[in-house]
């Protein structure tokens, strides 16, 4: 099915392949602060064009890095940053920099629903909550993934640890994350 909805014209009539991931990287923070700090780091290495998809189940940190993420690209670090189940699509602008914080929990991942969304703008940044639902409709160049993981597994028994791991076939992104 062909939409006709600017760039993303292009990305609807062809699916994109699993790349084969050259860059795998693993983290692990033990609270919210960690995540947010991460965030904020993986903002310092964004440029223009950039998508991140955030990968991982509900209450595990996608929202907590997007935090971290947008404040640091909007030299704001008491911005309130919510996640855009609702809206789909919450734009902040800053510094010539348009951010995209994109949530696809409540679309079913078809084609029409995420062709309304009018995606890609290679002058914008994108960070994707539950972007597994379009990853194949992405193109690899300057895609990252970060998947989020929790588990109970720490000295504290009330504390929730957060596994995190990055993955991409983008060779500006291996530069970038050396």
């Known amino acids: 099915m062909r939409f006709n ?3 993303y014209s292009l990305l609807c009539s062809r699916r994109y392949s699993t790349q084969r991931i050259l860059q795998t990287i693993r983290k692990t923070f033990t609270d919210e602060n960690k995540t947010r700090e991460f965030g904020s780091k993986i903002a310092e290495l964004c440029y223009k064009g950039d998508v991140i998809s955030l990968v991982g189940e509900m209450g595990s940190g996608k929202t907590v890095f997007c935090q971290g993420f947008i ?3 909007c030299s704001d670090r008491l911005l309130q940053v919510t996640s855009p189940t609702y ?3 919450n734009l902040y602008e800053s510094n010539g920099v348009n951010v995209h914080h994109i949530d696809l929990y409540r679309l079913s991942g078809g084609q029409h629903d ?3 969304l009018g ?4 002058n914008d940044i994108y960070v994707i909550e539950w972007g ?9 160049k300057q895609f990252l993934k970060i998947t989020f993981e929790y588990s109970f597994e ?3 028994p009330t504390q929730s640890v957060r596994n995190v791991t990055l993955e991409t076939s983008d060779e500006e992104w291996i530069k970038r994350l050396k």
């Open 132 to 140: 597994d639902k379009l990853e194949h409709n992405i193109p690899p």
């Open 87 to 89: 809206l789909l699509d």
């Open 71 to 73: 404040r640091k690209i």
């Open 114 to 116: 995420i062709a309304r």
């Open 154 to 156: 720490s000295d504290e």
């Open 119 to 122: 995606l890609f703008d290679p």
């Open 5 to 7: 909805i600017g760039y």
